[in-house]
């Protein structure tokens, strides 16, 4: 039994492993098929995104612009709030205090995307919609804002974490020295928690860029490839939630770019989260 017991775990430990080569392999060879049809170049060049027809254009510059806009969107959100919340609950808030709002923080990340979504749809939207008049009813700006939110708790915990490791040997010494609580807080605990604290916004841009239910209610299915805010747009998430719940039979083009948009997705998220892991091994710091 002793002898066994490594070969069980390391089949066990195996399995996330041959999951996401199975993943891979099946994006990589549907990808492939798709290029066989329509050319690479034209599909990360083109502007325009028309599936349907005789005349099917495939362009994924519309999808990315989309997502793009709505990750910039979120992170806008996500960053400055959720790390003052951090700040606030590593330097500034008491042990109570901690106990009690860090849970609290934390169930937004419960909250289901579908009712983010629908919380973004019916009622961000009317909202900002009396602000600016020109909003359509479907945009990309209403969820980029609601991502943000969801993507706080993210964010706000893992830089707390990353805060709270440092010594109170170091915060010490600095108020010893003269500084202020806050000339501590951005001069000696920021700068000493840089490497978690960038690592968490890396990791928060990638939650907002495979994000999916939220741009699938609230930004709509216009492929329209422009920079505005206002209008409605379409996300790589979206599209694949799109062609995958339509009529799209088996081995058409259509069925095919499903995967070549995810394909793209994957690489887009897999970039996200090496880079994450890069900066946290440079600029780590311990202690």
């Known amino acids: 039994m002793e002898k066994m017991v490594p070969g069980i775990l390391l089949v066990i430990a195996g399995v996330s492993i041959f999951t996401t080569i199975g993943i891979l392999f099946t994006?990589?060879?549907?990808?492939?098929?798709?290029?066989?049809?329509?050319?690479?170049?034209?599909?990360?060049?083109?502007?325009?995104?028309?599936?349907?027809?005789?005349n099917a254009v495939f362009g994924v510059l519309p999808l990315l612009t989309g997502t793009l806009i709505s990750t910039v969107i979120a992170m806008l959100v996500a960053i400055p709030i959720g790390l003052?919340?951090?700040?606030?609950?590593?330097?500034?808030?008491?042990e109570k205090?901690?106990?009690?709002?860090?849970?609290?923080?934390?169930?937004?990340?419960?909250?289901?995307?579908?009712?983010?979504?629908?919380?973004?749809?019916?009622?961000?939207?009317?909202l900002l919609r009396s602000f600016i008049p020109g909003l359509e009813p479907t945009n990309i700006l209403s969820p980029g804002i609601v991502m943000g939110i969801m993507i706080i708790p993210m964010?706000?915990?893992?830089?707390?974490?990353?805060?709270?490791?440092?010594?109170?040997?170091?915060?010490?010494?600095?108020?010893?020295?003269?500084?202020?609580?806050?000339?501590?807080?951005?001069?000696?605990?920021?700068?000493?928690?840089?490497?978690?604290i960038i690592a968490s916004f890396v990791l928060g841009i990638s939650r907002a860029i495979g994000e999916t239910m939220i741009v699938t209610i609230a930004s709509g299915s216009s492929k329209n490839f422009t920079f505005d805010v206002t209008q409605s747009m379409q996300t790589m998430t979206a599209y694949i939630v799109e062609v995958s719940g339509g009529e799209a039979a088996a081995g058409t083009t259509l069925y095919h770019s499903l995967y070549a948009v995810a394909f793209t997705l994957f690489v887009f998220t897999l970039v996200m989260n090496m880079i994450a892991q890069y900066i946290s091994r440079r600029f780590r710091e311990e202690y």
């Open 27 to 54: 994006l990589i060879a549907e990808t492939f098929l798709f290029f066989k049809e329509v050319s690479i170049i034209e599909f990360f060049t083109g502007t325009e995104l028309k599936p349907l027809g005789d």
């Open 84 to 94: 003052m919340t951090a700040i606030y609950l590593s330097e500034y808030a008491s």
């Open 97 to 126: 205090a901690r106990r009690i709002l860090k849970p609290i923080l934390e169930i937004l990340a419960g909250i289901p995307t579908i009712v983010y979504g629908f919380f973004a749809f019916t009622f961000v939207t009317p």
């Open 155 to 196: 964010v706000a915990s893992l830089s707390e974490d990353a805060m709270s490791s440092v010594p109170n040997a170091m915060r010490e010494g600095a108020l010893a020295l003269g500084s202020t609580k806050l000339e501590v807080t951005f001069k000696v605990v920021l700068p000493a928690a840089i490497s978690g």
